[in-house]
């Protein structure tokens, strides 16, 4: 089934292509949300997510391990351990790398309440 030739006149086909993406929008913000859309690490508004055990360690796309960042702390941080790089930045409270590890640590069950109804989204970012 060729979605792209189906989709202006199927209904179901779009809303096919378009669910998963919705629930991936949903996931993000809910963790925008839990941060208020600031930088978890400078309090800067964030405009991405950063992955704290990053991918190229094996870090996951779970809720736990993304956090909210503004451009430069995500750039800056690139591959580097969250804790050894976070310690180093003027804007490092010990404070805030209590509640990032915590978030860290927080129950993975939460992560399923947004996209339950599609368990097979693949977060790719
Ligand atoms: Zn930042």
Same mark, same amino acid.
């Given at each position: 089934m060729n979605y792209m030739f189906n989709c202006e006149r199927e209904p179901l086909a779009l809303l096919v292509e378009l669910t998963p993406k919705l629930a991936k929008r949903k996931y993000r913000e809910s963790i925008y949300e839990a941060w208020n859309y600031c930088c978890g690490y400078c309090n800067k508004p964030a405009n991405s997510l950063d992955h704290i055990i990053p991918k190229f360690h094996s870090?996951?796309?779970h809720r736990n391990n993304l956090i909210p960042a503004c451009r430069s702390c995500n750039s800056n941080k690139a591959s580097l351990k969250m804790e050894d790089w976070y310690r180093l930045?003027? %804007? %490092?409270?010990e404070e805030k790398l209590i509640k990032i590890q915590a978030w860290t640590k927080?129950? #993975?069950?939460?992560?399923? #309440?947004?996209?339950s109804y599609n368990p097979q989204i693949t977060l790719a970012m």
């Open positions: 870090g996951s796309s930045q003027d %804007f %490092f409270t927080e129950d #993975i069950s939460n992560v399923l #309440i947004d996209n």
